[in-house]
Nanobody, 121 residues
Framework: QVQLVESGGRLVQAGGSLRLSCAASGLTFSNYHMGWFRQAPGKERVFVAAISTSGGNTVTSDTVKGRFTISRDNAKNTAYLQMNSLKPEDTAVYYC??????????????WGQGTQVTVSS
């Protein structure tokens, strides 16, 4: 079974930094684009950042551009989200996403369970 397990979420003060990890199993990691989404209380889940299969291309949302960096280590089957200069509005549950890029299941999405990030003011 495909499994994505996020870790690293915790309470942090505004201006601080946090590094989230997403450990993937049950898939050929290099066949999947990886992404991070977040959902704040009472809000819809929104896109944060994504990275291509080999890490050569990244996209970040305007709200986090310049502060958050997505990366991946295919040898470890792990994706990361480095979050710097955190703001209270970054408070949300952060979800890891894996999207297959080819085959019958191309574009199928897998999701992790989420990890809570709380930024205090």
């Amino acid at each position: 079974q495909v499994q994505l397990v996020e870790s690293g979420g915790r309470l942090v003060q505004a201006g601080g930094s946090l590094r989230l990890s997403c450990a993937a199993s049950g898939l050929t990691f290099s066949n999947y684009h990886m992404g991070w989404f977040r959902q704040a209380p009472g809000k819809e889940r929104v896109f944060v950042a994504a990275i291509s299969t080999s890490g050569g291309n990244t996209v970040t949302s305007d709200t986090v551009k310049g502060r958050f960096t997505i990366s991946r280590d295919n040898a470890k089957n792990t994706a990361y989200l480095q979050m710097n200069s955190l703001k209270p509005e970054d408070t949300a549950v952060y979800y890891c996403n894996a999207r297959r890029i080819s085959g019958f299941y191309a574009n199928v999405n897998y999701w992790g369970q989420g990890t809570q990030v709380t930024v205090s003011s």
